[in-house]
């Protein structure tokens, strides 16, 4: 069993659960506690701190909400792995994955040459019906699913292979066929997982899910991309730079 020195203080105003809470989970930031992990058991850690079952069992619950821990049948209490966070700039997860030192995998559900969605068509700038390539793709991150991504693109953009997804992102296959990323209207926003979704991506029916749409465009202007994303909340975070204006 594994466990960070915890120091409460009772006369401060802040509660006894989030002090603890919040040590475990600056030790797991800070990498004294590694993923897989196990912590002391609820009692063991109520009499190492002195505090009730029930104070502890409230600090263990809120690093399990916080995605930090994750409670096993036949196992225990264990540390998982840290979220991915990502700036919100025009990158692929695939290449931030791998600048964060992680390894990315990808399993292609789906690729194929099909009419285009009206909404996606109007994004695109396309004629209803046209043609487009659409893929879906489940990414993982370290062996672990981290996010389901569907993308439409022109069929005159680079072909797309299994190969080639499964070995490296969207936007280096598109650089690597001569289109040049230059920008993107995006949108992010967040809702419940679905039964498949859950099961996909290892969580629960309901699970809170961060959702991105992106329509890319190359340095001519042209559509390129267009897709919709949705990742684990409890691996993944956006985070946004502001200034003063």
Same mark, same amino acid.
């Given at each position: 069993m594994t466990g960070p020195e915890i120091a409460v203080d009772r006369s401060s105003?802040?509660?006894?659960?989030?002090?603890?809470?919040?040590?475990?989970?600056?030790?797991?930031?800070?990498?004294?506690?590694?993923?897989?992990?196990?912590?002391?058991?609820?009692?063991?850690?109520?009499?190492?701190?002195?505090?009730?079952?029930?104070?502890?069992?409230?600090?263990?619950q809120h690093l399990v909400d916080k995605g930090l821990i994750v409670r096993r049948r036949g196992v225990g209490t264990q540390v998982v792995r840290g979220e991915v966070r990502r700036a919100v700039e025009l990158t692929s997860l695939h290449d931030d994955l791998v600048r964060a030192g992680q390894r990315p995998s990808t399993s292609v559900l789906e690729l194929a040459v099909v009419p285009c969605p009206p909404a996606v068509a109007t994004a695109l700038g396309l004629p209803p019906g046209s043609e487009v390539q659409h893929l879906r793709r489940l990414r993982f991150s370290? #062996?672990? =699913? *981290?996010?389901? +991504?569907?993308n439409w693109l022109p069929v005159d953009v680079p072909r797309l292979t299994m190969e080639a997804l499964q070995a490296d992102g969207l936007y280096a296959i598109l650089r690597a066929g001569g289109r040049r990323i230059r920008g993107?209207?995006?949108?992010?926003?967040?809702?419940?997982?679905?039964?498949?979704?859950?099961?996909?991506?290892?969580?629960?029916? #309901?699970? =809170? *899910?961060?959702? +991105?749409?992106?329509?890319?465009y190359d340095d001519q202007g042209r559509y390129v991309e267009h897709g919709a994303h949705i990742y684990r909340a409890s691996r993944y975070s956006l985070e946004v730079t502001v200034a003063e204006r």
């Open positions: 105003p802040v509660p006894l659960y989030f002090q603890v809470a919040e040590q475990f989970a600056a030790a797991i930031q800070r990498g004294d506690l590694a993923p897989g992990d196990r912590l002391d058991s609820e009692l063991q850690l109520a009499d190492r701190l002195g505090l009730s079952r029930p104070t502890v069992r409230q600090a263990i370290d #062996g672990e =699913p *981290l996010a389901v +991504m569907e993107a209207q995006q949108r992010i926003g967040a809702r419940a997982a679905t039964a498949a979704e859950a099961q996909m991506l290892g969580e629960r029916r #309901g699970a =809170p *899910l961060l959702t +991105m749409t992106r329509t890319a």
